[in-house]
Each structure stands twice: as C-alpha cells, then as structure tokens.
C-alpha cells in the first residue's frame, strides 16, 4: 500500500477514535436519560430497551427549567460582553501600541488560568459574602468576567494583530480619535473574530459548574446548579440526572451546532498562519 | 499658503537614533521628494511630520506654528500610503469621505465634495465600489482622493507608486505631477526611485543613515552633487568614480593625473586642492564617448542594447570598471578595445574625504524651479 495513503488512513481512524471517545459520554447520557432509574443502572447496560420520558417529566415536576435557563443566559451574555468591554480596548492597545513588557503581560495573563480555581475560592467567597454577592446574578458575572478575560484578550489579539496597522493610521490622518478608531474601523474589520471569541465566552461561561455550584443557591443559579441538584444526598438518580443534563446542554448545543464555522476558524485562527 | 520648517529634529528608538538632525525649509507650493536607500530614514520622517511617529526633539513648524504636539488630523496634513491602506468595508465615497464624516459635515456637503474629488481623478463611476472590486491604480487614486477631500495644507505621499506596474506608475507619476499643478498645493513625497525623484520634484532631499546628504533642485543635484554618496545615487547608470592623484593645481582648475598616466585638467574652483592629494574623479556614463583615442582605454566587458542607446561596461588596465552611454546604433562587440576622451567640463572631483571640490562654473539650470525649467524647454 502507498505510505502516503497508509498515513491518511490511520490518521483518519485516530480522527474518528478521538471523536467517539469525546462523542460517547454525551449520547450515553441522552439514551440514558429515556431509561427508567432500573434501567439505568442496569449491568450488563442494555442497549435497546422502551424508550420513556417519564424522567423528563419527573424533571419538570421537581424544579423550574425556565428560572435556571434565564440564569444561564443572562449570566452568559452578561458576563461574555462585559469581558468584550474590557478585552477590546486592551488588545488593541496591546496589539497596536506594544511596550517592551506587552508579551510578558499576555504571558502572565495566561499562566494565571494555570492555577486552580479552588486556590482562590475562600478569598473569592469572603469578598461575595462581604460584598453581598452572595446568589447573585451579577457577581457571577464579574467572576465569569474574570475567569474568561485572559483568553478573550489573547483571542482579540491574536485578531486585531491581522488589520493592517496602516488602516488604523489612515483613519488617525483622517481625524478619528482612539474611540472612533476602535469602533468605526476595527471592530468591523475584525467583526468574525470578535463573534467567534465571544461565542467561546459564551460557551465558557454556560458549562460552568465550579463558581456557580459555589457562590449560587437558587435565585441566581445557572443550569449547571440545576443539573447538581439531581445528585441528592439520598442517592444517585441517574436517570433524572442524565434527563436534567440534557436539558441543561441542549440549547448551548444546538447554539454550538449552528455557530459550528465561526468557531472552528477563531480557534484555529493563528495557529495555522 | 503652506510652509513647513524641520529644526534640528531627531528620532531615537531607545538608544538607537535613526534621525540624526535634520534642518529643511520646505516653500509654499514646492514638490519636495524625499529619496535615498532603504533604511535611510525617509519614511520614518515623513512619519514624524504626519504625527503618526514622535519627535524625540527639535521642532516641526507649519505655517509657522510648532506642532510637535498636535495630533496628526488637527495638522492639517493627508497622507497618501503605499499600501494605499482604504477602508475595505466602506465604499469608495465612503472612504472619500470618511475625514468628513468624523469632522461632522453635513451629507450633502460631504457628496457634493466626494463628487467634486472623483471627477478631478476620474473615479466618478466606481463611487459605489468596495476597494476589493478595484485594480491597482485605481485603489491608487481613492487613497489620492481621500486625501484631496480634506483639503489639506501639505499633502504626503509614502512611496505611492511602488505597489503599481511599470506602465501605470509612468502614467499616475504623470497624474501626480497634474495634481500638483491642478491643486497648488505642498507635497512631500517618499521614494527610492531616482526617475520619481527627478521627474516631480522641486526639491529633492537626499537622506542616508538618518542625516541629509543633501537637499536642492533636480538639476542641483545632477550637476553639483555635494558628495560622492550623492553623486552616485543621482543618476542612471551611476557616476563612474576613477581613482587619481593632482599633478598641479592653477587659477583655472585642477589637473590631476588618472591611475592610466592620462592627465585631466578639470575645471575647479581654486584653493581646495594641492599638488599630491588623492582626489576622486567622477565622470557621468552619458558624459563619456568612445572615440578611436583618449584619455582611457580599455576592453569593454559587457553591450547592453536599449534600442536608443547602448551602455559598454568597460575594464580599464587597471582593473577599474566604467560604464560608458554610448549611442544606440554603435557597432562596438565584447571583448573589443575602445578608447574614451573625457570632457574636462563634466568631470566632478572629490577630495579624500568624499566631499566635492566646487565646479569652477555653476551649471545653468542648476537653480531654476521644476516648473520654469518646464516653461523654458
């Protein structure tokens, strides 16, 4: 067989391999979530068995679907155009204006997502408590803020660092100042990067489970509280907890699926110059 | 009326300094063309008068006024760039207007003066366009006409034509020069290309490593250059420079003795040079002519044919290479032996450190402006 063809084929296979096992968990939890809770713990698992929606309704019945949804979404969006306000102005002060430091500072920025999370939990959960934050919808947004600013930056960076400088200067010839220049020049000129960062925010900010399961109860809780409310102290119900994730995943997934091209180009965007 | 005045003025990037002083007048109305090597500091200069890089000191005086610290819009300034550098997502009346825009003129104004723009550069019909859907020159004339728009005191170009092919950038050098007339208006031009330089300048400032080499008339330049850097970037092919020695030194000139025994008596002014002193000849290939003898012979190593003339690259006995203009219907072969008289009037010296020894006669056209060197021919 011709090497070349042999390389494709295994590549190929390793391709698919790596996508059944990410694919896997997810279609177990949705063939999962239409057992019944016997079923579903069942060993050996079955594979064809009569489909019920009995969990879904249990789900239903138990808590509110909408309230937790409402959640998510404000807290995502909220959280994903704060972090645009703040990155924007930043990469492009970074992008066009560099210092001797601006690639230490990018640097420093990112190793700070190198840290867990949990090291900063007390800190974080005293200044809430002080703050009165505590279960609301906007601190949750500052520290989903916080946790994404660093890539959203290196993403609006690595953009902006495409619009030819010149542009930028033509329009300082022209008479515009930083705020028009950002605004009427390089956000259009950037506009695919500027979505496809914001729809990795978004996304970030939706399957978050670590700060909201923490600094949330239920007023402020987000589908990721919704789904951990399953796993009640009296047991595993893994039926009802597949049910309420599906639900929990379903619309960032959907929203994921449509946006499928915006986000293949932002993450590959520098790394394939 | 627009006039501008560097002083003294310096560019430093941490410790390295790529403007080393430079002091010009630029007149109202003049054509000044700034050229030389890349990496000479020309575009870093037009830059500091843009206001898009900062003066690290001296002054920058417009119309008499320091506007070191004034932004770039605010100094009345437009700049064309060789990149062109056109919104791409706005249309050409869009980009046209877009300084008006940001300055809040009123729409109608703001067509009627994007109107009045594109007849003058003949972009009328290609108004709704984005500049993707433009060629070259086209986008050449948008980025113009962006400029034009604003009316500005001083117009700068960064090396504008560099981006086009060789017949389009004759005929927009053509247009450019046009401009010039049609709006009558100052210009500063950057450029590495000689031609550009000698064709529309009125000034021509020669710049290397950061420092003016020198700055005059076209003309100026050819016949009086200041130095042999100057002597050898004016001018194609380049100055052949010929090592020699002064055998004498009179009231009517110097005669100064070739590495091939030949002596030369060129005409200079009296006092700069002695018996003994190693001087650099310097004689243009258009001044030289092959004749059946001559002060220098050698054998002719290269014929490139041009059609109207013929260049010989000559190898002296010496070793020295010359380049000879000679005509276009010359029989002369590789290989064969020509002989070449010089006319003492149109050889240059140089004294040992590089500097010119003053001509004994200034050349007529040597300070006449572009435009009445024009009127006259």
Redesign the interface.
Known sequence: MNPGIRERLVLTAVGWIAAGLIFFPVFWMVLTSFKTEVEAVQTPPSLFFTPTLENYAAVRERADYVHFATNSVVISLGATLLALVVAVPAAYAMAFFPGKRTKDLLLWMLSTKMMPAVGVLIPVYLLFRDFGAIDSRWGLIVVYTLMNLPIVIWMLYTFFKEVPKDILEAGRMDGARPRQEVWLLLMPLSLPGIASTALLSIILCWNEAFWSLNLTTSAAAPLTTFIASFSAPEGLFWAKLSAASTVAIAPILVFGWMSQRQLVRGLTFGAVK | MATLQLKGVRKSYGALEVIKGVDLSIDDREFCVFVGPSGCGKSTLLRMI???EEITSGDLVIDGQRVNDV????RG???V???Y?????MSVADNMA??LR??GVPKDERRAKVVEAARILHLDKLLDRKPRELSGGQRQRVAIG?AIV?KPRVFLFDEPLSNLDAALRVQMRIELARLHEELAATMIYVTHDQVEAMTLADKIVVLQGGIVEQAGSPLELYHHPRNLFVAGFIGSPKMNFLPAVVAAAQAGGASVRLAGGATVEVPVAPGRVRPGDSVTLGVRPEHLRPAESGEIAGEVMVVERLGGETYLYTRLADGEMIVIQADGEIPTRVHERIAVRLDPATCHLFDEAGLAVERARRHPLADIRRAETQRAG
């Open positions: 843009a206001g898009l932004p770039p819009a605010d300034l437009a700049m760039f060789q990149s550098a056109l919104y791409p997502h877009f300084s940001l300055a962006r604003r």
